[in-house]
């Protein structure tokens, strides 16, 4: 039974909940103003980047002077369009979902390597930009299918791009465009990364230049065969369904080749590799010195191999190999050639002490470059005058910070910067200025200019409307293996009383949920401010924590990571008498819409009410890559699949249980959310179900990121109630 309900005093911090969520919504979530797509051209005079204003989506470039200090904006869309409007297509639209992207308006630019120009793609049209005047100039034919993944050849004098399928160069001086690859057969498309690729590799590219500017490198693949999933258009009925080619577990992938073409068009060179044992291509470098290399993986994702390829003959050879015996993680910014061609930069994870960097020498012998627990996530840049690379790394995984290694010295590693936070960069090519962008443990997101010696230069400016509060959150380590927790109390925490508690989860694998800034947790706060305690632990199965803490899930999606929250949030709640241990309630999305059902499922003792947005209810419904390298390949593992499903328990519910999910959702598609409900109708089991027509996994309409949430809050409510007197203190 429910305590009785005390009454919230007014206080000076409250704020109507449709207020804080309208806010919310019409800021992007308060990041509409800040800066975005930044880049820097050679000589470090200039900083480049995309801003929208604070209260709308349609971003624009600008410019940062150095030396000045002062911005100003170049170029908008609506000058690159002369007003008409933007449209986008399925393949762009497609990538803005991978990459998650909610605004609108210039979405990307490239910079020229020597600086003069840039190349904006816009509405499926091409526009060269000239620096410093900042005039654009339409390039490309008018009257063809919309240009997509468009990239500047390294000589600033072609761009490769792609029309329904086709690779196309399109010459800027002539504006000649002629064909390299055509697809042969319906399902075929040159030069665009397939599905898993975007979604789970973190590679956009489907075509890479040369050096020389003389040959491309493009990715065929061949979606015959695979299954299409199909999203209906609930509110045009009449119209087609779009089909996606979509890989499931134990199901066809997409077939993907290379082929090497002149740039002036004629026969391709087909890139030689097993593609049998390495179905993966995983990454693709051509630098300016070393090797043409691809990065493969087999199907199980526990062997790896990093290829070079000769560019005349098409033949590759084996420069290292990985291999794991439960999975092996994709790195971020390797391989990276150092000059000479003879050695270069990667990462590897051979123990509970790494990720680390290592030196690979021609003959195969390594040396690693980062000491042991500082774990190593993306290479950004080299420096290598002064004998130096700078990393993404951490020996805490609740931080990311930037990190100089010393190339010369082994286990010689130190941060750039000071303090608590999450932290990201962006370097010039030619390292003379980086943008570090630092996400602190309390206070706003600033993004400082600094030097190649890390000599303060100046700060690009947010105009990002301010959410009028700190998040009033504690971080905590939390059982034997000291998971990392966090806690939300209300901003006017009243001692005396005791709250309801929503964990609110993610629990899986590859993501964070705890990090020390402060300013990720706006909406846990507003919630926490409605009468809540909020808490979430990030247990086995996440990174940054060793291989054997998060290789801990395999074969197992929910069994470790929820016995984690459970033990976590118990121990959280025997500490703190405020937290009511009779009322906890669980929320996620995605993943943590998926632990969030199960965990009602299977620990209904503990849990009282869950929110399951977006769920991933049958793992057979998944990407394969994504699932196969945690569950394994069906048939093989279907016992892995059966463990972790949702619907092995619905029978059994017997808490509260509200789904909501997008019917446009190509990721986590609805079908996910329709079987858990069938599996619940046929158990006559009660449960509440949101739909929201046209959302996609990116919930972004203003009118459905009010309503998710204040479903939430009236649900939680409902059913956990608000505060009640305290209890006598445990012993």
């Not at 930069?345 to 680390?356: C, F, N």
């Not at 690979?360 to 996530?377: C, E, H, I, N, Y």
């Not at 869950?610 to 279907?638: C, Q």
Request: contains cysteine; hydrophobic residues 40%.
């Amino acid at each position: 039974m429910l305590a009785t309900p005390v009454t919230r005093a007014a206080s000076a911090t409250s704020e109507a909940p449709e207020s804080f969520l309208d806010r919310q919504a019409a800021t992007r979530g308060f990041r509409s103003g800040q800066p975005e797509a930044i880049a820097i051209p050679p000589g470090g005079s200039e900083v480049l980047f995309l801003r929208s204003g604070p209260r709308d989506r349609v971003q624009s470039l600008w410019s940062h002077d150095v030396a000045t200090g002062t911005e100003r904006e170049v170029l908008t869309g609506a000058r690159l369009l002369g007003g008409a409007g933007e449209t986008l297509s399925p393949e762009e639209r497609a990538r803005r979902e991978r990459l998650r992207l909610t605004a609108r308006g210039l979405s990307s630019f490239q910079v020229s390597r020597d600086g003069r120009q840039l190349l904006v793609p816009y509405s499926g049209r091409l526009f060269v930009v000239s620096r410093p005047g900042y005039e654009p100039r339409e390039v490309g034919a008018s009257g063809l299918p919309a240009a997509d993944d468009a990239r500047l050849s390294p000589d600033g004098t072609q761009v490769a791009l792609v029309r329904s399928g086709e690779l196309r160069v399109l010459d800027l001086a002539s504006g000649a465009e002629r064909v390299i690859a055509r697809p042969e057969s319906a399902g075929v498309m040159w030069g665009l990364p397939e599905f898993v690729a975007q979604e789970e590799m973190d590679r956009f590219e489907g075509h890479w230049w040369s050096p020389d500017s003389r040959w491309l490198l493009a990715q065929r693949t061949d979606h015959a065969g695979l299954e299409r999933l199909r999203i209906m258009d609930p509110f045009n009925p009449t119209n087609e369904p779009e089909a996606n080619p979509y890989p499931r577990p134990g199901m066809r992938n997409a077939d993907v080749r290379l082929a090497l073409f002149p740039a002036t068009g004629g026969a391709p060179v087909w890139v030689q590799w097993d593609r049998e044992a390495y179905p993966y291509l995983c990454r693709v470098a051509w630098p300016d010195a070393g090797p043409l290399a691809i990065y493969v993986m087999d199907r199980r994702q526990q062997q790896a191999s990093l290829l070079s390829v000769d560019p005349a003959t098409g033949r590759s050879a084996p420069l290292l190999g990985e291999r794991d015996a439960l999975w092996i993680n994709l790195p971020l910014g390797v391989p990276r050639w150092l000059a000479s061609g003879k050695s270069f930069l990667w990462i590897t994870e051979h123990d509970d002490k790494g990720p680390t960097l290592e030196l690979q020498f021609a003959d195969a012998t390594s040396r690693k470059l980062t000491p042991p627990g500082l774990r190593v996530r993306e290479l950004y840049s080299v420096d290598e005058t002064r004998r130096l690379a700078y990393v993404l790394a951490s020996d805490e995984p609740s931080e990311a910070q930037l990190w100089r290694v010393d190339l010369a010295k082994p286990w010689k590693a130190k941060r750039v910067g000071e303090g608590h936070g999450v932290e990201s960069a962006v370097f010039a090519r030619d390292g003379s200025l980086r943008v570090r962008t630092v996400s602190p443990e309390r206070g706003a997101k600033r993004w400082w200019v600094e030097d190649a010696a890390g000599k303060p230069k100046g700060e690009l400016r947010s105009v990002a409307e301010e959410p009028g509060f700190e998040p009033n959150v504690e971080w905590v380590n939390v059982g034997p293996d000291s998971l990392r927790a966090f806690v939300v109390r209300p901003r006017d925490f009243r001692p005396g009383v005791r709250y309801p508690v929503v964990d609110w989860a993610y629990g899986g694998p590859h993501s964070l949920r705890v990090q020390r800034s402060g300013r990720s947790y706006l909406r846990e706060q507003w919630l926490a401010d409605q009468g809540f305690i909020v808490v979430t632990v990030d247990g086995r199965g996440t990174p940054w924590r060793g291989r054997t803490f998060e290789r801990a899930i395999r074969g197992d999606f929910i069994g470790p990571a929820l016995a984690d929250h459970v033990a976590a949030v118990r121990e959280l709640v025997g500490r703190h008498p405020e937290m009511d241990p009779e009322r906890i309630g669980v929320m996620g999305g995605s993943f943590g819409g998926y632990f969030a059902a199960q965990a009602v499922l299977h620990a209904p003792e503990f849990y009282r009410a869950a929110v399951a947005i977006a769920p991933v209810t049958d793992w057979h419904d998944y990407d394969t890559f994504y699932t196969e390298r945690y569950l394994g390949v069906p048939p093989v593992d279907s016992a892995a699949y059966t463990r972790s499903s949702v619907l092995l328990k619905a029978d059994s519910l017997r808490r509260p249980l509200l789904i909501m999910h997008g019917t446009a959702d190509d990721n986590v598609y609805f079908v996910h959310s329709l079987e858990l409900a069938a599996a619940l109708n046929r158990a006559n089991r009660k449960f509440e179900f949101l739909p929201m027509p046209g959302q996609t996994h990116v919930v972004s309409d203003a009118a459905y990121v009010r309503q998710t949430n204040l479903r939430a809050l009236d649900f939680f409510k409902r059913e956990l109630g608000g505060l009640s007197d305290a209890a006598p203190p445990r012993p």
